[in-house]
């Protein structure tokens, strides 16, 4: 392989014209394939199609339609001008092209004059009950010539029980807002809900009815609702936006960031602008010939791979400082151009491509994750790895013939000095290094059970985004989430049984429950109603007897609503309002047959969704299938379990992958085991620093640790090849291979370290745990491991000295000829 290598190298070198052609060619076809390359950062495209919860989201869509709501708030007006406003605006919206229908006033009023048909007969006669014990208690207190023979306290007339019994019924939570508009008089803001035709995960549509919805409010005149009169646009389909304007910056941003940094390193590396060229021109036609690959493939990226450029230009301008930091070295000791080539690409080339292919391996296990971020960015992130050799074994010898040719030859500022001082310091304090690294492993180990997983889903998404910070803000106003768990029924009887059964689990578990209220066409129109207007009438003519000259100024304004509620007469479904019933209609109009399900946790907390879908999905069903639940909450779910399940699988998977695949490509396993040893040490080393800098894991910095399996084992892959050599000498191979080491996992680091800049806080929090990874394996890789190996080192030249003085000391007892005396 080495051999192979030497020579493919030695070809392009001696043609470059023909290398350089053929690679230029397919980096042009490649960004001509990779220019339509789009983002794609919905949550809902991580989980792949099979899971259930995406297969009944994908369902919800096509009958019920878009989840969510394009929100418009307007702000800084009184009360009565946000009202007016809200009333002018309505129609104008509903006026708009792919608009189902607009909400700009709660259903409170019609469900307060009806609340009590929501409750059963039973408790119907307990309030007429108490009602007539306490009026009969009255009369008799205005009697003067009654005496009681006991003493018996008043009949209660609270009804505080019943109303906790019924306090999470959807009728009662539709009635309980005291103003009917979305409105909050003190924060001065009103709130209209528009509800799109389509869903949101369509961000062409998305931007398309926002941009609708902006350009009707920017030709509005909002001064005539008060001087400071503004609107803003948040819900579903604004966040989703913001949120992909935001990755796309981060991206550029990053990316941009990573190169500068890696061309400030290079610089200050090889002190020579020409050697910087030689060593990005491989990687930025690798990088075409992946992206080319990539657009051919999946036509998009995602959240993670939409930033493998930087991460891959990292990786591999690693491999540049190697190859031709030791094609420098053997010029600059007399070597000719082609054979430095050879030498380079045989030896540290087979070294590097060893190291690639075991990166590749890495991420190919990666691959196999079925969460798709995870499976595309390990799959391309492979790929991309080989096609990175491949693209220097083509390139860079090309490019070394070329400069050959010109009568460039390297300054000994671009090569590493002769003898490092730290080699020598490593030499003379080797057991005192060694102690003092173990004892610090000893003591990061000691913190690794405080490590901690964060289950927050807010490292999937900026919350201190405006658009995200004003839809909380929404939330509170409307006093329920936007975005209920949506559970399909094929009947209407099924979806009455669905409703019943939830609601009673709801009552079951009390405040443990995460549910907040259960609601659908079926719960919104009770059941007997004649047979509770009976009961009505009997209670509301107890109301016309009460003396209300002896009642509180409160208790007249209750009992006035109570005679109204009273007096109620039974509804249909034909008698509830209009933005009542299209909440519940289906995309043609006629009824979903589908409960809504309004969460009562935070739905970024992912062990509390997580026990939300258990209490949704436990729900008994007629026929005894599953439940058909849909909406972000599943979908989150879900992903937390596949993560949590996959993540030791994956860690597994490829520490065993990597040690296997280093045990045949460097033909041993006692080097196989020293090459992985200072990544495993670094890695525990990184997991129990975690807690002192209060970092935690997260769904998407967890990939982190496999990918730093798989990057930094080649610093040890290496070091242990060129230490193996015939004739090297520690000091003067650490002096060269230290410092190509320390500029490969820094330009690494960088590459990874650029989404420290992101203000994704699940990007961000990956390049910060990257940073951290690639610098602890650089202070093992360079102080630790050397020095421990230097221990070993001696520790074998002595058994073998002891071993070979006993030989001798035999031999001599035998009468025999000793080492000395021995014939040749």
């Known amino acids: 392989m080495e051999r192979s290598l030497g020579a493919l190298a030695t070809r392009s070198h001696q043609r470059p014209i023909l290398a350089l052609g053929l690679a230029l060619l397919l980096a042009a076809v490649g960004g001509f394939f990779a220019r339509n390359l789009k983002l794609n950062a919905n949550l809902v495209d991580l989980l792949p199609n099979s899971f259930e919860s995406v297969q009944d989201l994908h369902e919800l869509e096509t009958r019920f339609g878009a989840l969510g709501w394009v929100s418009v708030v307007g702000e800084g007006g009184d009360a009565a001008s946000l009202r007016r406003f809200a009333d002018d605006l309505a129609p104008k919206l509903q006026a708009l092209p792919g608009v189902r229908f607009v909400e700009k006033e709660r259903t409170g009023a019609f469900f307060r004059d009806r609340a009590l048909y929501f409750l059963s007969e039973e408790d119907l006669r307990e309030v007429h009950r108490r009602l007539a014990a306490r009026l009969q208690w009255e009369r008799q207190q205005a009697n003067p010539l009654y005496v009681p023979l006991v003493d018996e306290p008043e009949p209660t007339l609270d009804f505080s029980d019943l109303e906790a019994k019924y306090g999470g019924a959807a009728g009662q939570k539709l009635s309980s807002a005291k103003d009917d508009y979305y409105l909050d008089a003190k924060a001065r803001r009103v709130v209209v809900l528009v509800k799109p035709e389509m869903t949101s995960a369509d961000l062409a549509y998305s931007r398309r009815i926002v941009d609708e919805v902006r350009g009707l409010l920017d030709a509005q005149e909002l001064s005539k609702y008060g001087p400071d009169f503004r609107v803003e646009i948040t819900g579903t389909f604004q966040k989703k936006l913001d949120q992909q304007k935001q990755i796309i910056r981060d991206i550029a941003v990053s990316s941009a960031v990573a190169m500068a940094l890696m061309l400030l390193y290079l610089l200050f590396h090889f002190r020579s602008a020409l050697a910087v060229g030689l060593v990005l021109t491989p990687v930025g036609v690798g990088l075409a010939w992946t992206y080319g690959l990539v657009a051919l493939v999946y036509g998009q990226v995602n959240l993670l791979t939409g930033f493998l450029g930087a991460i891959l230009g990292g990786l591999g301008v690693e491999h540049g400082i190697h190859l031709l930091g030791r094609y420098l070295h053997l010029r600059t000791e007399g070597e000719s151009s082609v054979e430095a080539t050879r030498e380079s690409f045989t030896h540290t080339g087979g070294a590097a ?78 057991y005192v290094i060694t102690g003092v690294s173990a004892v610090l492993l000893v003591g990061l180990l000691t913190q690794v059970p405080r490590v901690r997983f964060d289950y927050n889903f807010g490292t999937l998404e900026d919350q201190d985004l405006p658009s995200f910070v004003l839809d909380k803000q929404v939330n509170e106003i409307i006093g329920y989430s936007q975005t209920p768990v949506v559970v399909l029924t094929k009947s209407t009887q099924e979806e009455h049984a669905m409703a019943s059964a939830l609601a009673r ?60 509620q009273s007096e109620a007469r039974p509804f249909t479904l034909e008698d509830l309002p209009p933005s009542v019933r299209q909440q519940f209609m289906g995309r043609e109009g006629t009824p979903g047959s589908f409960v809504l399900v309004y969460p009562a946790v935070d739905q970024s907390d992912g062990q509390a969704v997580r026990a939300l879908a258990r209490e949704v999905r436990g729900a008994p069903t007629l026929d005894g299938g599953r439940v058909s639940a849909a909406g972000e ?192």
Request: charged letters at 20%.
């Open 505 to 564: 689990r709801q009552r079951e578990r009390g405040k443990d429950s995460t549910i907040d209220f259960v609601a659908s066409l079926s719960s919104l129109v009770p059941q007997d109603q004649p047979r509770k207007q009976a009961v009505l009438q009997d209670i509301h003519r107890l109301l016309e007897n009460v003396p209300e000259e002896r009642l509180s100024p409160e208790q007249r304004t209750q009992l006035v609503e109570l005679r109204r």
């Open 353 to 430: 491509l060893v190291s690639a292919l075991v990166a590749a391996l890495t991420f190919f296990v990666l691959g196999t994750s079925r969460l798709r971020a995870f499976r595309e960015f390990g799959v391309i992130a492979g790929i991309g790895m080989l096609v990175l050799i491949a693209a220097y074994v083509l390139v860079l010898p090309a490019l070394l013939g070329l400069t050959a040719r010109w009568g460039w030859r390297p300054k000994r500022a671009a090569v590493a000095p002769s003898e490092s001082p730290f080699g020598r310091v490593l030499v003379r304090h080797r």
């Open 633 to 824: 909450a599943m979908v989150m779910a879900d992903l937390l379990d596949m993560v949590t399940h996959e993540a030791p699988l994956i860690l597994g998977g490829t520490t065993l992958a990597v040690l296997l695949a280093m045990w045949m490509t460097l033909g041993g396993l006692r080097m196989a085991v020293l090459c992985l040893l200072p990544t495993v040490v670094s890695l525990l080393a990184l997991i129990g620093l975690m807690p002192l800098v209060g970092v935690e894991f997260n769904y998407l910095n967890i990939l982190i640790i496999p990918v730093l399996i798989g990057t930094t084992v080649d610093a040890g892959v290496h070091l242990l090849t060129r230490l193996a050599s015939p004739g090297s000498d520690f000091v003067e191979v650490y002096s060269e291979t230290g410092r190509a080491i320390a500029g490969g996992l820094l330009t690494s680091a960088m590459g990874f370290g650029a989404l420290f800049l992101a203000r994704h806080p699940g990007l961000n929090s990956v390049g910060a745990l990257a940073s951290m990874g690639f610098a602890t394996n650089l202070l093992v890789m360079l102080v630790a491991f050397p020095a421990l190996l230097l221990v070993l080192t001696e520790r074998r030249r002595r058994r073998h000295r002891a071993r070979m003085d006993s030989e001798v000391k035999e031999r001599a007892a035998a009468g025999a000829p000793g080492p000395e005396h021995a014939t040749p």
